[in-house]
Nanobody, 127 residues
Framework: QVQLVESGGGLVQAGGSLRLSCAASGRTFDRYSLGWFRQAPGKEREFVGALAWSGVFIEYADSVKGRFTISRNNAKNTVYLQMNSLKPEDTAVYYC????????????????????WGQGTQVTVSS
């Protein structure tokens, strides 16, 4: 069982930066691949990025590539999402998610690949 708690959201002007954190419980954090998703009002939850359990493979959505960076600190059981050059269209609730490395079925972009989810943190980008 893994519990995820996001933090770091807030209100920022366009062009600004935020760093989201996702703290995980449990002693086997390094066996989980981690994803970030977001959901804007009236829209479906969409993939932002993912970092495989090995730390070697990283994938980003085209809409955030070059602006967002995912990293993890296994010693702190925490995954981060550094968001730079924020745009109003980045406004959403951001969620982190975790999947056991043995549960991977082929796509980091699918929400149903992930077993554990945080409660989300609001990011609002003003124009």
């Amino acid at each position: 069982q893994v519990q995820l708690v996001e933090s770091g959201g807030g209100l920022v002007q366009a062009g600004g930066s935020l760093r989201l954190s996702c703290a995980a419980s449990g002693r086997t954090f390094d066996r989980y691949s981690l994803g970030w998703f977001r959901q804007a009002p009236g829209k479906e939850r969409e993939f932002v990025g993912a970092l495989a359990w090995s730390g070697v493979f990283i994938e980003y959505a085209d809409s955030v590539k070059g602006r967002f960076t995912i990293s993890r600190n296994n010693a702190k059981n925490t995954v981060y999402l550094q968001m730079n050059s924020l745009k109003p269209e980045d406004t959403a609730v951001y969620y982190c998610a975790a999947m056991d490395r043995f549960a991977f079925r082929g796509s980091y972009q699918r929400t149903d690949e992930y077993t554990y989810w945080g409660q989300g943190t609001q990011v609002t980008v003003s124009s």
